[in-house]
């Protein structure tokens, strides 16, 4: 019955024990508990062994094997294991000693008493071995998880892209980086593409990249293009090796965007080139005003020949004409053309000179006036006539009838294109013709293209010598003859088409002359656009018509009869010049007047008795914008009479200033007297119209 209630108390402290491992207390205190469970079985199997001393052997085996499991599963110390075995010990030790004296004269009972005390020390020692591999076991959790975490943490924020894929070409394995390099927004989303169509920019890169790990089972610092998932470019570089060391076949790596590393490189290197470019502009405009610092200097050498032989034969000629060295009239006139044609070479140097000074100082500026092409030809063509007359040459126009009327532009410097080329034509033609033509070559809406071409039978030029016409201080020299220029009137000429919109070419064949060809284009009403050309407006060409000396003179003499019943009114307060002009007028058939002020020219428009006013601009009392200002504000017809500007001021500026003040056309000084002419016939043709 004893027996039974030692096993009932066990049974029932087992539950209590339970029950109470379930509380607060049992939670925080759960050795306590293992140690009073341990406690109440041992005291059974004591109970026993004192109630029944033949089992003895039994109960020592199986409380042996019940310490000896509680130390190798329960997870507590050595301590507490030696606990465990002092309570076996003390509870096996009273069970005997208070036993009848019997339980000593059992069999095996010394091999039992010894089987307790081994049983007890193993499973010290099983339990101190125990927690040491637990400890060590926790050491090795701690360590694998903290290399774990650490690796992970790297994974996650690395700022490369960390990446598997599969022989399929499949994303397995992909860090945050990467997504967000390639503008996904999660790894499943990745893990759904197909690398070699969705991934690589080119399929070639791909197939490459798959030969390579192929052949060498890894690749560095593979350089190519991806597509983000908006269908931008990413440029990468790719570290990637083939990992053999699991159950399939996995290649893996990691990627670096160099997009900007790449723009920058890219930038780097347009700077470079631009810097390369610019140091060889530099190197060839070293070059280049070094070899015009040498053409300037062989300019001026030139040029100091070129002004003081003209100044040189004006001031001969003078001298001689003042002490009275002449034989007879007709020598006297040979020294006075001669003179003429002097001062004409040496005022053609001097705009010359003015002109290229202007456009190398990038003041150049463009007219924009109404004009008639036809007019300005044929004062072009009146400027050279006395060259051209002189070597009994024949001069062909031809302007073609689709060629506007009037246009809007600059025609100063549309009559000086030609009257350059016409100078030279006549300085280098001795024999045979000079032709001028002109044609319309593309119309629109808003503007016109004229071409116009000047062409002589002289002696041409060579043709190694044609690329350095346009070069600014080079005279090319003939090799049949001695005449040279200053070297800037093509320069000049190239200049002004190029403001005008257009070009300038030469043909040229020794023994047959020389053809030159420009292009302008011109508005057809003010303030137009002048846009491209429409190559299928281009005029037809005519055959054109020629005008005989004969010709000219009767139409001269017409002219010359119509003028003798106009009267002209001239003001002038420079004694010198008016005489002058007004002898020159006279001679070619004008009814001249002149006034010496401002003043005196209103009065006398006033009378009515003029049918045009040559005003100087600049006088002392009244200059002549402020007495054409006057004339305008005047009542009747009398502010309607064509005044026009003499004036040695040529600049745009002062062409504009004078025609803003009402006047209606504008001559420069020294007076070319056939320009002038052909200017007053036009104003007088106006006025008998009107």
Partial sequence: MEIYLSRLSAIIIAFGLLVISNTSFGKKHPVILIHILLLSIICSFGVMIFLIPKTLVFNSYIISLLIFTAALFLSWDVANQIIVAIYYNVVFAVSIIFNNKVIFLLPNMLESVVLVLVISVMAIVASYMNYRLRQEAVIKNFEVSTSEKKFRNIFENSAEGIFQFNEGGRFLTLNPSIVKMLGYSNEDEMRKLVIADDVFKRKGDWELLNKLLEKQGKVRNYRVSLKRKDGSELIVRVNVRTNEEEPILLYEGSLQDITQQIQAETEKQKALDALRIEKMKAVTAASKAQQESSFKSRFLANMSHEVR???????????????????????????????????????????????????????????????????????????????????????????????????????????????????????????????????????????????????????????????????????????????????????????????????????????????????????????????????????????????????????RAAKTDFVSRKRVLLVEDNPISQNLEVKILREVGYDVEAVSSGQEAIDAVKTGTFNVVLMDVEMTDMDGITATKKIRDLAGQFSKVPIIAVTAHSSMKDRERCLASGMDDYIAKPINIHFLKITIDQWLNTSSRN
């Fill in 309 to 555: 032989t003209p100044m040189n034969s004006i001031m001969g000629f003078l001298t001689l004409i003042e002490n009275d060295m002449i034989e007879d009239d007709a020598e006297l006139k040979n020294f006075a053309r001669d003179a003429r044609v002097a001062s004409e070479s040496l005022l053609d140097i001097i705009n010359n000179i003015l002109d290229i000074s202007k456009i190398e100082a990038g003041r150049m500026e463009l007219d924009e006036v109404e004009f008639s092409v036809k007019e300005e030809v044929e004062k072009a063509l009146s400027i050279i006539t006395p060259a051209v007359r002189s070597k009994g040459l024949l001069v062909e126009k031809f302007i073609d009838e689709k060629t506007p009327v009037k246009v809007f532009g600059d025609p100063t410097r549309y009559r000086q294109i030609i009257i350059n080329l016409l100078s030279n034509a006549a300085k280098y033609t001795e024999h045979g013709k000079i032709s001028v033509t002109v044609k319309e070559k593309v119309s629109s809406s808003s503007f016109v293209e004229i071409t116009t071409t000047v062409e002589d039978t002289g002696q041409g030029i060579p043709s190694d010598k044609l690329s350095m016409l346009f070069e600014p201080y080079v005279q090319v020299k003939s090799k049949k003859g001695s005449k040279e220029g200053t070297g800037l009137g093509l320069v000049i000429s190239k200049e002004f088409v190029r403001l005008m919109h257009g070009e300038i070419n030469v043909e040229s064949k020794i023994g047959f002359g020389s053809k030159f060809t420009f292009t302008v284009r011109l508005k057809l009403f003010p303030g137009a656009e002048i846009g491209g050309v429409d190559e299928s407006g281009a005029g037809k060409e005519e055959e054109p018509a020629l005008q005989t000396a004969s010709e000219a003179t009767a139409e």
